[in-house]
């Protein structure tokens, strides 16, 4: 009976986690500019993308098939972040936890990253709910000895590759601490090795298709270090493992040392050398500071389990402390985990708090803005379509159908495609990211209303085949991160500009075509 109460709370405050960010984001708040481009690939499934694995493009296909609403792009995210709490709340009642250390575990999920997270529909939060999945299954075997847990686990680790490919460096490091542990016995089980080739068979597909298309994500991956990784440095990458989840720090701290103090906890050490493999691949590669979210989780419950076990006959005062540290810290952070106010007021909020001096507003310039990155990448997308769609709407009809729409990214491309067949717009098009594959191979128009921060260079050859090219209109939003695009109309241009266009797109495409 005791366990059925503990089960009702454990499901009650998954609840809680679900229902969270719904409650919590302010109404203004569009779509960030990843989800346009994930919900894109729902539109173009395939065992393999640009920039990520295919699962979450199958989630964005039900998301359209649902209605496209910000519930449903909301809901997956929401959904598996209380999945990956209720793995969590096992753990817990595996070891024989109770109320307490289920609530003090379900603290972080709401006073810190994983509230971000868990309203992004992202690969982030797959990637932390196979983290999660992977150590229960692995826990599980380790306490029955049942094979089915091990057959589990290698299923957690296919979708999760499938999902995101920086679980390889869980797998890896996670194997590599079973190795060096006194659980290394789990590698003369047959069964750890039929379940890792079930999971191989998994992943094979998206391994396929990226052979079929030369690696792009290397090329993807390239790309990143040039732009963004290159400037991560170790010792940030390392303050940010704390500032993730700085209310609840001292929870997973306490987790982490169970592993090697505790004497229940010393049965579960590979976690601890899981945890440092995967924190130094992180460091080598330049990984930014959210790609160890997953290894947290079940931190949490080994740290809110032995937090309870500490105080069960003493310190129980203790408790009070344990409660009332996240909330009074973490209610400050909520606020720059997801907005909770419109932009303007929350900037406002920002300036008085000085929360410029935790590092959260800057941007991968390395600047200090007004708002996070990420809800900067969540506001304006509505009124660019508006402004293309005003442009495009007051082209002749003979005009329309020689009129082309590209986009100099893929977070404006996404917003057009999103936005705009309601507006009456056509398909846009972009060779950034994955939409490069889906840019038609011929082409047949006169004018091009382009969406880019600049002007054509006057000396590119494009510039030079057009009768008339002016700017027609321009976002003002100072808190968008794309504050300041232009819609750019380049009217009557030469046959030349097929061709060209034709060529450039064919050469870009070829570069991820086995010939």
């Keep these: 009976m005791k366990n059925d109460y503990r089960l009702l709370l454990l499901y009650s405050l998954a609840i809680i986690k679900f229902i969270l960010p719904f409650i919590l984001q302010h109404p203004d708040y569009q779509p960030h500019r990843d989800e346009l481009l994930y919900l894109a690939e729902g539109h173009h499934l395939a065992w393999g993308f640009m920039d990520v694995p295919p699962l979450l493009s199958v989630l964005a296909w ?17 959904l598996f972040g209380a999945f990956t709490f209720i793995f969590t709340g096992h753990i817990i009642l595996s070891f024989g936890g109770k109320y307490f250390s289920l609530f003090l575990a379900f603290l972080p999920f709401v006073f810190g990253a994983f509230l971000r997270v868990h309203f992004l529909f992202q690969p982030n939060f797959l990637e932390i709910f196979f983290y999660t999945a992977i150590s229960f299954f692995i826990i599980n075997y380790l306490q029955t000895k049942k094979n089915i847990y091990l057959y589990l686990f290698g299923i957690s680790c296919g979708l999760g590759m499938l999902s995101k490919y920086s679980i390889l460096f869980f797998i890896i490091s996670l194997l590599a601490g079973l190795a060096i ?28 298709w990226q052979y079929n298309h030369n690696f792009p994500f290397f090329h993807h991956m390239h790309e990143l270090q040039k732009t963004q990784l290159q400037y991560i440095s170790p010792l940030s990458f390392l303050t940010d493992q704390i500032l993730l989840n700085l209310p609840c720090v001292f929870i997973w701290i306490v987790g982490l040392l169970f592993t090697l103090l505790a004497k229940k906890g010393k049965h579960y050490t590979a976690f601890f050398y899981a945890y440092c493999f995967v924190i130094i691949l992180l460091l080598i590669f330049h990984g930014k500071n959210y790609y160890a979210l997953g290894l947290y989780p079940v931190l949490f419950a080994f740290g809110a389990f032995q937090l309870e076990k500490l105080t069960l006959v003493r310190m129980k005062l203790a408790r009070f402390i344990f409660i009332t540290f996240p909330f009074y810290f973490g209610l400050t952070f909520v606020p720059i985990a997801i907005p909770m106010f419109e932009p303007d007021q929350l900037a406002e909020f920002f300036r008085k708090k000085e929360v410029a001096k935790l590092g959260v507003l800057r941007w991968e310039d390395q600047r200090d803005h007004e708002l996070p990155q990420d809800f900067a990448d969540m506001l304006g997308w509505k009124e660019i379509t508006e402004k293309v769609a005003d442009v495009y709407n007051r082209l002749p009809e003979n005009e329309k159908t020689k009129t082309i729409i590209t986009c ?7 917003a057009l495609n999103f936005y705009g067949p309601s507006l009456g717009l056509p398909e846009a098009y972009t060779d950034n990211a994955s939409f490069l594959w889906w840019m038609p191979d011929k082409y047949n128009f006169t004018n091009v209303i382009t969406v880019d921060h600049d002007m054509p260079d006057s000396n590119n050859i494009i510039f030079k085949q057009f009768a008339k090219i002016s700017v027609k209109d321009e976002l003002i939003n100072t808190l968008a991160r794309e504050n300041g695009v232009k819609i750019i109309l380049m009217e009557h241009g030469s046959p030349a500009v097929d061709t060209y266009l034709e060529e450039k797109v064919a050469e870009k495409k070829k570069k991820f075509l086995r010939q």
């Design 62 to 78: 039900f998301t359209h098939l649902l209605g496209d609403t910000i519930f449903w792009i909301k809901f997956w995210p929401s």
């Design 408 to 414: 100099s990214n893929y977070g404006l491309c996404g």
């Design 181 to 208: 542990s006194k659980r290394r016995c789990i590698f003369f089980n047959k069964h750890l090795y039929l379940a890792s080739l079930l999971g191989f068979i998994i992943f094979t597909p998206n391994l396929i």
